[in-house]
């Protein structure tokens, strides 16, 4: 069974007046353990194809299945709790993060927006995320431009 499913994905955007597809028709499966690189030169659509998966930007045709289930087809709660089962890392991952916010964090916040652990136990989960990577813990407490 496929982890993540996408057929006949489609991304129209306009440049001027006239519309191009950014991404045309793409389909592609990827099953459990399995890892999917997308090559192509810049403008290809590579991008724009890892936002959709997530759901960041909406497409114009396709469709995606995620676990088993049609993941265009979630809004609110139910969305939520599926998007945190995928994660994009951003080509320029330092832009990512606000750099005077603390390692604590920004490792804190999706714990918390999806009630991973409540708010007594979460330093002592920060901790063990940071041990798990090979981090010193004291990195908590630096900020993210440190
Ligand atoms: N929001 C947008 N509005 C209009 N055009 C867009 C938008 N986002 C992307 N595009 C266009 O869609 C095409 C695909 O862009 P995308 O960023 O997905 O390419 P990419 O393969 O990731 O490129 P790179 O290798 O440079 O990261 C490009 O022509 C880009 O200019
Ligand atoms: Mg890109």
Do not use: C, W
């Not at 603390?102 to 916040?109: K, S």
């Amino acid at each position: 069974m496929s982890l993540l499913a996408v057929s006949n994905l489609t991304k129209r955007y306009h440049r001027g007046r006239k519309p191009f597809a950014a991404v045309d028709e793409v389909s592609f499966e990827v099953g459990p353990a399995e890892t999917l690189a997308l090559a192509g030169p810049s403008g290809s659509g590579k991008s724009t194809i890892a936002r959709l998966v997530l759901r960041l930007i909406e497409p114009d045709t396709g469709r995606i299945e995620f676990e088993g289930s049609d993941f265009l087809a979630l809004s609110g709660a139910a969305l939520r709790a599926r998007r945190a089962r995928l994660q994009m890392v951003f080509q320029d991952p330092l832009a990512a993060f606000n750099p005077r916010a603390t390692v604590a964090r920004v490792l804190d916040d999706p714990l918390r927006i999806h009630n991973i652990a409540p708010h007594a136990q979460r330093p002592r989960r920060i901790a063990a995320l940071l041990e798990r990577v090979g981090l010193d813990t004291g990195l908590a407490a630096r900020a993210i431009h440190e």
